[in-house]
């Protein structure tokens, strides 16, 4: 059940990465003056702190439910850092959000 869980969490982030590509709202950002260093960084930190919140109460109900299996937590919590970059760099593939 947690990996289905965990799997909307990558379809989430490429729609809206898709759909600001759509619209062109990256490049209209870029025109305003931010950078694109800036641009990334912002959208990844807070893709990383998306993907952290579901984890932490997948943490706390697995730990209060006594289902816990040790040493989980920590792919847990790398998790975010494997899967945003790995979202990002595929969600080039696609034009479209439904397509994704």
């Given at each position: 059940m947690v990996g289905v869980?965990?799997?909307?969490l990558p379809c989430a982030m490429i729609s809206y990465l898709l759909?600001?590509?759509?619209?062109?709202?990256?490049?209209?950002?870029?025109?305003s003056g931010m950078s694109l260093p800036a641009y990334w960084i912002s959208n990844?930190?807070?893709?990383i702190v998306k993907v952290?919140?579901?984890?932490?109460?997948?943490?706390?109900l697995s730990v209060l439910l006594n289902c816990?299996?040790?040493?989980v937590w920590i792919v847990f919590m790398?998790?975010?850092?494997?899967l945003v970059p790995f979202t990002y760099v595929t969600s080039f593939l696609f034009s479209t959000d439904s397509n994704a």
């Open positions: 869980a965990l799997s909307m759909k600001e590509r759509m619209d062109s709202l990256k490049h209209m950002q870029l025109v990844m930190i807070a893709d952290y919140i579901p984890i932490i109460l997948i943490i706390i816990n299996y040790p040493g790398l998790l975010p850092w494997g």
